[in-house]
């Protein structure tokens, strides 16, 4: 299992190596009685969200990498398709 503690603050990257920046929050979303891990929030943005609780932070589709796209999680490091958009 898969803490939140686990994930924030981890270094996001490209499978190819390309930083893409910091996970600052995580996105959840209802699905029937449960809750699923929809994406993390990287980037100065994400940040701005995190510290505002979302209030006046805009988010674009950059900032937001779906949990689809990521390919592996270790030590500290989660690594995305070079896509993050794409599943």
């Known amino acids: 299992m898969i ?29 029937g009685q449960d809750w699923r891990l929809a994406g993390l929030m990287i980037g100065r943005r994400g ?15 950059g900032d937001i990498v779906p949990w689809e796209s990521i390919t592996s999680l270790q030590d500290g490091i989660v690594t995305v398709r070079h896509d993050p958009g794409s599943p």
């Open 47 to 61: 940040m701005l969200a995190r510290l505002t609780g979302g209030q006046g932070a805009t988010t674009h589709a």
């Open 3 to 31: 803490r939140a503690s686990d994930l924030l603050g981890c270094s996001v990257r490209t499978e190819s190596g390309a930083r893409l920046g910091r996970v600052h929050d995580l996105r959840v979303e209802r699905t």
